[in-house]
């Protein structure tokens, strides 16, 4: 039971981080209690930024002696609302931010969870190396909340999800005690694997403090196409050829509808569409290899074999790097340019690959006749199986109205998607949106289990006592 902080208590917290550690000024908080997609709007009365891993566990062990709770914030670039506080002590990781080292040898990266994961990826390219976990958000998004939030984004299919990619954690438990586990080891079987399970906790199970991640050699080759389709059949008979021709050279393949391309070439400017005749589906491909060649022969191999079997009409393949990244703008973009076209019920889905195809078909239908007129937004990693399934009001609709049926349009897809064996988060997590969505999904037991395994860590539920379940 966690109860409301006094000033007496609050005094004794600023002075564990000194006055560069803390703030409750209005103004410096206003854009920490609000997130991306101004669903949640939060209140804090302080936030504290501790510089080092010492100062987090003194944070953490006296808010565990006293019943204080916390929200842990990284990049506040989540989506399903875990890092924005409801009255709980902000603690934010915006200082811990030293990349402790990069070694190409044992290629491992080690670094403080406030670093960037734009920053871990530049870091390993002056290393001559590579951290491959790249999405929209790399920018502001932190190493400690993607490790947190197991985060996906666009190279999934080659090197897994953030959890995939860590060796070795850094952690604040909730009981205040540091567990030093920042391991370099490839191979560990040594018992349970605390950091795959503080990996995606979403902050309920320890302040992650800094991270050891593998780290892979650059691309010499890299080629980026857009290929014109003509559904959701086509992109999966066109993904097991690429695997085939590519094998584990394929790094992404995204799929995109046109409504989203639409929204993209009306709202983000400086998009512009390299094919022509608006088609129906497309899908933003990328393959990597060893050699500089390699990847466009085999792209342009891929694709003629394709194109002759009837699978895919227009095809683009970038001739440069700038042509690539606008090819990836497009993709990038689908979200953003989302937000003029007024309210929108999210999902982000996973479903076995093969039953893609299935997905897209019920919910598309399942909508069409729950909310007549709405726009479908449907794009994502779809050779993980994961598809942003976004449900949009009627063009010139209400926004207030569309809203008003979001919970039930939402578990109407959360259906489809649960009936097919999938998921309700492929990536983004529960947060304090998902948990109830996702009892639904999971068998008595596990909820008992993890349950059971966060009481046991955290009896007091003093971390993100909102988050998870
Ligand atoms: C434009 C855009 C595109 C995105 N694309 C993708 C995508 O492709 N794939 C994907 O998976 N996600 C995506 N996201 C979601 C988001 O970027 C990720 O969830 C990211 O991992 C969050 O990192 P963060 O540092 O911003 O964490 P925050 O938003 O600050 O926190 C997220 C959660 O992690 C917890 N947390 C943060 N830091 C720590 C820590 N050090 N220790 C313990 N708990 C912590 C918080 O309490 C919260 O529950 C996108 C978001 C945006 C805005």
């Known amino acids: 039971m966690t109860v409301p902080p006094s000033d007496a208590l609050l005094n004794r917290l600023k002075a564990m981080v000194g006055p560069s550690g803390w703030t409750d000024d209005p103004e410096i908080l206003a854009?920490?209690?609000?997130?991306?997609?101004?669903?949640?709007?939060?209140?804090?009365?302080?936030?504290?930024?501790?510089?080092?891993?010492g100062e987090t566990a003194a944070i953490v062990r006296f808010c565990a002696a006293e019943g204080l709770a916390l929200t842990v914030q990284g990049g506040n670039t989540g989506l399903v609302g875990g890092q924005i506080p409801q009255g709980e002590i902000l603690l934010s990781t915006r200082r811990m931010r030293a990349?402790?080292?990069?070694?190409?040898?044992?290629?491992?990266?080690?670094?403080?969870?406030?670093?960037?994961?734009?920053?871990?990826?530049?870091?390993?390219?002056?290393?001559?190396?590579?951290?491959?976990?790249?999405?929209?958000?790399?920018?502001?998004?932190?190493?400690?909340?993607?490790?947190?939030?197991?985060?996906?984004?666009?190279?999934?299919?080659?090197?897994?999800?953030?959890?995939?990619?860590?060796?070795?954690?850094?952690?604040?438990?909730?009981?205040?005690?540091?567990?030093?586990?920042?391991?370099?080891?490839?191979?560990?079987?040594?018992g349970y694997d605390l950091k795959g399970l503080l990996s995606g906790a979403e902050g309920t199970l320890g302040v992650i403090t800094a991270a050891s991640v593998k780290l892979f050699p650059r691309p010499a080759g890299r080629a980026v196409a857009m290929v014109a389709l003509e559904g959701p059949d086509a992109a999966l008979d066109l993904l097991s050829r690429a695997r085939r021709n590519a094998d584990a050279g394929l790094e992404a393949f995204e799929l995109m509808a046109?409504?989203?391309?639409?929204?993209?070439?009306?709202?983000?400017?400086?998009?512009?569409?390299?094919?022509?005749?608006?088609?129906?589906?497309?899908?933003?491909?990328?393959?990597?290899?060893?050699?500089?060649a390699g990847a466009g022969h085999l792209m342009e191999t891929l694709l003629s074999e394709a194109s002759?079997?009837?699978?895919?009409?227009?095809?683009?393949?970038?001739?440069?790097?700038?042509?690539?990244?606008?090819?990836?703008?497009?993709?990038?973009?689908?979200?953003?340019?989302?937000?003029?076209?007024?309210?929108?019920?999210?999902?982000?889905?996973?479903?076995?690959?093969?039953?893609?195809?299935?997905?897209?078909?019920e919910a598309s239908g399942a909508m069409a006749a729950f909310a007549p007129g709405c726009r479908i937004s449907a794009f994502g990693h779809v050779g993980?199986?994961?598809?942003?399934?976004?449900v949009l009001r009627p063009e010139g609709g209400d926004n207030a109205a569309h809203l008003a049926r979001r919970a039930e349009g939402q578990a109407r897809v959360h259906d489809i998607a649960i009936a097919l064996g999938g998921s309700v988060s492929a990536e983004h997590?529960?947060?304090?949106?998902?948990?109830?969505?996702?009892?639904?999904?999971?068998?008595?037991a596990e909820i008992a289990l993890l349950t059971t395994i966060r009481s046991a860590l955290d009896p007091g539920r003093i971390l993100n006592p909102r988050v998870l379940f």
Do not use: C
């Open 384 to 390: 993980d199986g994961n598809i942003h399934f976004d």
């Open 31 to 53: 854009p920490r209690l609000v997130e991306w997609r101004d669903r949640w709007s939060g209140a804090t009365p302080l936030m504290l930024s501790p510089a080092t891993t």
């Open 99 to 190: 990349i402790r080292d990069v070694d190409p040898v044992d290629d491992v990266l080690v670094a403080e969870a406030g670093v960037t994961l734009a920053e871990v990826q530049a870091a390993a390219a002056e290393a001559g190396r590579r951290f491959p976990l790249s999405l929209a958000s790399e920018g502001t998004a932190t190493l400690g909340g993607v490790v947190s939030t197991n985060a996906g984004g666009v190279a999934v299919l080659r090197f897994g999800s953030a959890r995939d990619l860590v060796l070795g954690l850094e952690a604040v438990l909730p009981n205040g005690e540091v567990w030093g586990g920042l391991r370099r080891l490839r191979k560990d079987n040594t």
């Open 429 to 444: 997590g529960l947060g304090v949106m998902k948990a109830d969505e996702a009892r639904r999904q999971k068998d008595p």
């Open 258 to 292: 046109r409504q989203g391309i639409e929204f993209a070439l009306r709202n983000i400017p400086g998009q512009r569409d390299p094919l022509s005749g608006a088609p129906p589906w497309r899908v933003l491909l990328e393959i990597a290899s060893p050699d500089p």
């Open 308 to 361: 002759e079997a009837g699978v895919i009409g227009e095809a683009v393949i970038a001739a440069s790097e700038s042509q690539a990244a606008a090819l990836w703008s497009l993709r990038e973009n689908q979200s953003a340019a989302q937000k003029p076209e007024g309210a929108t019920w999210k999902h982000d889905i996973s479903v076995p690959v093969s039953q893609v195809p299935r997905f897209l078909r």
